[in-house]
């Protein structure tokens, strides 16, 4: 029998009302969101041989893309190919690079399993991803529970040396109190980060002669901000909030040079140097050719592949072609960034299908990279784009 990448080893609670009620104690307060179970309760095992394989490429991605963005700090021809807003060019050639690894401090690389094993990453969320409370807080104690080992016991402590280093007083996200999944996201990483540290309303903030300031008035000095860079350039004061930040009255984090590794359009970098045998060493190479799907800024396949925003975000602008290069399925939920930011074009993976007490779901991985070091999964389960609908299915190690 051929050994597979996942296996579903656990059946749903009778009592799912109880098990809501812990998680929420724990932290996780939307695992039914409008009466629609968010979270399913099962466990997905990924084959100790995958799930090692996955951690080596999570190490040598990160290596990769950390290379290409350096490369590129500061070439205003690239930054316009990959869709890096105008406005938000001098506050990210204004920063200087951290050492290697640390440009961005929380991420996440979302991965295509096929069931043989095979591994390709679709993307890497570098600025704001979400799904940390259900990576951190949720999947130990569910995997705790079904006998499963999880590798992503250690995400708190990773979170605590990235603070620790940037030492942010003020997290904010939109709508905080409001946003169950955001705000929850923002508490998390406080409380693990053990600092005294502020949360606020994004839209409760403005800038007054440059400075950040609270609805209270506080000076805002270092703030983690679950909002994504991009949008700087569309929201009534971004310009203002940049300014702030290229004038040294306020450091964001993660650092301005993340969005040079959000945007998908550094995949058709990686690709491009690739292929012109350029900037990697041969071990960075053969990462690049099994892991890194082919990826370019024109629909240049001759078979089936993927279109989406540089900039999309929860499977909003996504669109899957068939081998004829027709158009097969389109994201229907999120919002369509394409209309704002190029668009990329990308080869088609397989993702691995589980069935589920809600039916067969492809199952994407995500491998969360915080404080420069891979630490932990996240799993979602959906249809062919995993979106916002998309359901939380905790992945531990067999």
Known sequence: MTKQAFEIVSQPHPDRASRVEALRQLGFGWADLEEEPYWIDQVAALDRDVYDELQSASVALWRVFDKAVRHIHGNHGVYELIGIPPILWEMVDGTPLPEPGLISRYARFDFAIDQDGTIKLLELNADTPTGYVEASIATPWLCEGAGIYSPNTGMGERVAAAWGAERPDTAACVAYGEHLEDSGTIEALVRHSGLDIECRDCLELYVDEGELKD???????????????????VDEGGDALAYAIE?????????????????????????????LGQLFDEEER????????????KPVFDGSYVSKSMFGREGGSVRLFDDAGGLEIEDQDGYDTSVLFPTVYQKRAKLARVETSRGELHLLTGMFVINGEPCGMLGR???????NTSHFIPIGVK
């Open 247 to 275: 004038s040294g009255n306020l450091s964001l984090f993660n650092l301005p040079p993340a969005i040079l590794l959000q945007t998908k359009g550094l995949m058709a970098v990686v690709w491009g140097l690739y292929e």
């Open 286 to 297: 053969t990462a690049i050719g099994r892991y890194v799907l082919p990826t370019y800024n």
């Open 215 to 233: 609805g209270e008035g506080r000076v805002i000095k270092r703030m983690f901000a679950l909002y994504p860079k991009e949008w700087m350039a």
């Open 381 to 387: 389960g959906g249809g062919p784009i995993t979106g």
